[in-house]
């Protein structure tokens, strides 16, 4: 059998050119899957023999000559908060466990029309909220790299599986940094695109105006290839930008020369000492290849946490109340309807969820609204805005992508606050509905990767990937 | 301290449970309110903001209504739907009275 290549574009070339079979990239993988997933518990679910008779009927079309798809039998890992049709979508969550959605979500179909190959659907932190995957109703995912430690999160599962190599790329969500941080943790690439760029419908809705789907891989090609795939205007998303998906495999090449590099010189603290070491090494980097480094201030910045978790739980707390045991899921039967809400909810929520509904209740309460909710609305402008100036003077930003590296089990589970804070350079992003990418780039404390982040504005996906081709080059003489 | 002046109280968080539909005994009433008030007692740091004159901002980008043409397309499969459902009856979902039995 020939060599299975690494990546998602030499696995499509290699199939296309028929120097292997999608059957025997399916079979490669899926072996890895039975080798390390008991340790890692990416996946809530592998769908071994669909994949198998995805990738057969893809080396048939090929035996017979019919066209195939830019990514055919190519392996992708879809998290499990992206509607699957007819195979079981969870969240992660007791309360939708068994249920198969209706209908497949958008950014599921295009790839499937493109000839990827679903392995299985990943582990998350329960309706992707959290910063390590524990708080998964099925159990953590543990960090490919060292087992006793969490691999991020919320798209921890996603994030393993790519680092893990049960798959070459993967899909996740990303509403506060949860495709950025796990990224950052497992030493992949993640990508965050652009608010309204890919389509969110067919994804289960945490924070509706933050929430964007974007893809995991071991390279920035393959994340642009991925994030091409699955953008473009999309009827059934009403946030979904009218116009096609940009090319960007391009830009990953075309290097920095030229560019302004935006340097945060009131970046908020907190980060690791190696981790700002790194940082300061991408800059350099950087410079070395062309491109000039600009002092900028996003004031605002410091405040971008608290804003985010009033925004994120006051939608939270409104997206989740379809979760009643009426259409679907968990149902905990009772007299009447309102005992058997309150009864199934309780009983199908984990305490991170239920934190984020009161959360998010209490600042759109009655007496409350304008001094939390319309306060965050402010706050979240504010940032927007700072932003904008700061993009009259440089192209894109770079940042650390999360303050430490990937933490033990259990240090942070039951303190919100520390938790959150892991969230601190990745959340501003979202609120903005700007684009933003995690590149590995060297170690930090116990060996273990550091993510730099590189921060765009709208639709500014192509110099984004330019620096992120930039930083991937320079980061084999990173530390 | 919130914004409001006032930290959260464990009356407020059995409130917005009762309000989220969410069952919480007692123990973990106050449990939460732990919780919750070391959160919100960092939101504090927005007080320091001038915010007069800022507008709120609720979706990235401005949202605009969607219209498609008023032509029929195809929906879900209703039976499909229904089988996903905790219980059913009569081609509807079948849930518990609306009022409780003992009111």
């Given amino acids: 059998m020939a060599t299975i290549p690494t990546t998602a574009s030499g696995i499509a070339a290699a199939i296309a050119s028929k120097q292997i079979t999608a059957r025997e990239v399916i079979d490669s993988y899926l072996a890895q899957i039975t080798a390390r997933e008991t340790d890692i518990h990416a996946f809530n679910l592998v769908t071994a ?26 392996p992708i890992a879809i998290k499990d908060n992206l509607c699957t049709h007819g195979v079981e979508t969870t969240c992660s969550s007791k309360i939708l466990e068994g249920w198969k959605p209706p209908y497949d979500a958008t950014v599921v179909s ?34 490919p790299l060292d087992t006793s ?16 190599g049960f798959a070459p790329v993967s899909l996740g969500s990303d509403t506060g940094g949860s495709i950025r941080q796990p990224a950052a943790m497992c030493g992949v690439v993640g990508v965050k695109p652009t608010y309204g760029l890919v389509s969110r419908y067919g994804l289960c809705a945490y924070a509706s105006s ?21 953008a473009g205007h999309d009827a059934m998303d009403s946030t979904s930008i009218p116009q096609p998906a940009p090319a960007l ?46 002092d900028i201030t996003l004031p605002s910045l410091s405040y971008a946490l608290t804003a985010y978790y009033l925004i994120a739980p006051a939608e939270a707390s409104s997206n989740l109340a379809r979760y009643d045991g009426v259409r679907y899921g968990l149902r905990v039967n009772a007299v009447d309807t ?24 209490y600042a759109l309460s009655a007496g409350y609204y304008d001094a939390y909710y319309g306060k965050a609305l402010k706050v979240r402008r504010l940032i927007a805005e700072d932003f904008e100036r700061a993009y009259a003077q440089v192209d894109v930003i770079l940042t650390p992508t999360s303050p430490v590296v990937a933490f033990p089990f259990g240090d942070k589970v039951d303190d919100p606050m520390a938790m959150y ?43 984004m990937f330019r620096v992120g081709g930039a930083l991937e080059n320079a980061a084999g003489g990173a530390k | 301290m919130s914004p409001s002046g006032t930290p ?64 029929e397309q195809p929906c879900l499969d209703t039976d499909e739907v229904l089988n996903a459902a905790p219980s059913s009856d009569q081609r509807r979902f079948r849930v518990p009275p609306i009022i409780g039995l003992d009111d």
């Fill in chain 2, 8 to 71: 959260i109280s464990a009356a407020d968080v059995a409130k917005v449970a009762r309000l989220a539909r969410l069952d919480i005994d007692e123990a973990n009433v106050v449990h939460f309110t732990e919780q919750l008030a070391k959160v919100m007692g960092h939101f504090s740091d927005i007080d320091a903001l001038d915010l007069s004159g800022v507008g709120p901002m609720t979706q990235p980008f401005p949202l605009v209504n969607v219209l498609r043409e008023d032509v």
């Fill in chain 1, 49 to 74: 023999d669909a994949a198998r008779a995805h990738a057969d009927a893809i080396d048939a079309d090929i035996a017979a000559g019919r066209p195939i798809g830019p990514l055919a039998g190519v």
């Fill in chain 1, 421 to 463: 804070l892991c969230d601190i350079y990745t959340i501003p992003t979202n609120l903005a509905g700007h684009p933003a990418m995690s590149v590995p780039f060297g170690t930090g404390a116990h060996g273990m990767p550091v993510g730099i982040q590189v921060l765009a504005p709208a639709l500014g996906e192509a110099p």
């Fill in chain 1, 210 to 230: 933050l929430d964007q789907v974007g893809p995991f891989a071991t390279t920035v090609a393959d994340a642009a290839l991925i994030t091409e795939a699955i």
């Fill in chain 1, 110 to 143: 295009r790839l499937r029309d493109a000839g990827a190959i679903m392995v299985g659907k990943t582990n998350l932190d329960e309706f992707a909220m959290g910063s390590s995957t524990e708080n998964s109703a099925f159990g953590p995912t543990r960090n």
């Fill in chain 1, 149 to 164: 430690r969490v691999p991020g999160g919320s798209s921890g599962g996603s994030a393993a599986a790519v680092a893990a």
């Fill in chain 1, 249 to 294: 495999v391009a830009s990953v090449s075309q290097g920095v020369a030229g560019m302004r590099i935006g340097r945060v010189t009131d970046l908020p603290a907190g980060a690791e000492p190696e981790v700002i070491a790194r940082l300061n090494e991408a800059f350099a980097a950087l410079e070395a290849a062309g491109a000039t480094i600009v």
């Fill in chain 1, 338 to 361: 309102n005992s058997m809400y309150g009864a199934t909810r309780a009983a199908g929520f984990g305490d991170e969820v239920k934190r984020r509904i009161m959360l998010g209740t």
